[in-house]
T-cell receptor
Framework: AQKITQTQPGMFVQEKEAVTLDCTYDTSDPSYGLFWYKQPSSGEMIFLIYQGSYDQQNATEGRYSLNFQKARKSANLVISASQLGDSAMYFCAMRDVKWGDDKIIFGKGTRLHILP | DAGVTQSPTHLIKTRGQQVTLRCSPKSGHDTVSWYQQALGQGPQFIFQYYEEEERQRGNFPDRFSGHQFPNYSSELNVNALLLGDSALYLC???????????FGSGTRLTVV
């Protein structure tokens, strides 16, 4: 069965430092996508970054990068030069795509606090 | 280009009542998924609608039902509300590809 594990319930990081949010996943399907979403207190889930299971290079989007280690089933999010506005909940998520089963499942999330 | 729109934003209901939540998907998206997010937890998949039919369903009781209209908009209905149904309900839309969903801002339901 598909599963996403985020082992860090909360993190405190000094502004301008880099931060790594951990995520491991479990699936038996060869084709899948991995995502990170940010959820501020307003509730909206904001898409940050995507990594396909067949992508050879790690995904990057501005200050966000995804450290994809396929053999270890790990998809950690790295935020460089953190900002106060990065304080939010962060969710790792996975999507298997096959006929009749095309849903995204989420981990329990990590609450990130950026300290001034 | 409007994203996913959900209504209402907040709702207070009494135990035993019924509620209907609404979702308009992003333009060009034909699939709508609903999630329940309890406080401090990750979103849990309720069900997904495609071509006006429920395509797949998560581990939720039959009290949770839905509908998709020809214009791809969707409703989530919950009958016989329980206190435990209090949560943020998120709607997400997508088109048939490997990329992620676009989420709405959610409806925060409080059952008293």
């Amino acid at each position: 069965a598909q599963k996403i594990t985020q082992t860090q319930p909360g993190m405190f990081v000094q502004e301008k430092e880099a931060v790594t949010l951990d995520c491991t996943y479990d699936t038996s399907d060869p084709s899948y996508g991995l995502f990170w979403y940010k959820q501020p207190s307003s509730g909206e889930m904001i898409f940050l970054i995507y990594q396909g299971s067949y992508d050879q290079q790690n995904a990057t989007e501005g200050r966000y990068s995804l450290n994809f280690q396929k053999a270890r089933k790990s998809a950690n999010l790295v935020i460089s030069a953190s900002q106060l506005g990065d304080s939010a909940m962060y969710f790792c998520a996975m999507r298997d795509v096959k006929w009749g089963d095309d849903k995204i499942i989420f981990g329990k999330g990590t609450r990130l606090h950026i300290l001034p | 280009d409007a994203g996913v729109t959900q209504s209402p934003t907040h709702l207070i209901k009494t135990r035993g009542q019924q509620v209907t939540l609404r979702c308009s998907p992003k333009s060009g998206h034909d699939t709508v998924s609903w999630y329940q997010q309890a406080l401090g937890q990750g979103p849990q998949f309720i069900f997904q609608y495609y071509e006006e039919e429920e395509r797949q369903r998560g581990n939720f009781p039959d009290r949770f039902s839905g509908h998709q209209f020809p214009n791809y908009s969707s409703e989530l209905n919950v009958n016989a509300l329980l206190l435990g149904d209090s949560a943020l309900y998120l709607c997400a839309s997508s088109h048939d590809n490997l990329y992620g969903y676009t989420f709405g801002s959610g409806t925060r339901l409080t059952v008293v």
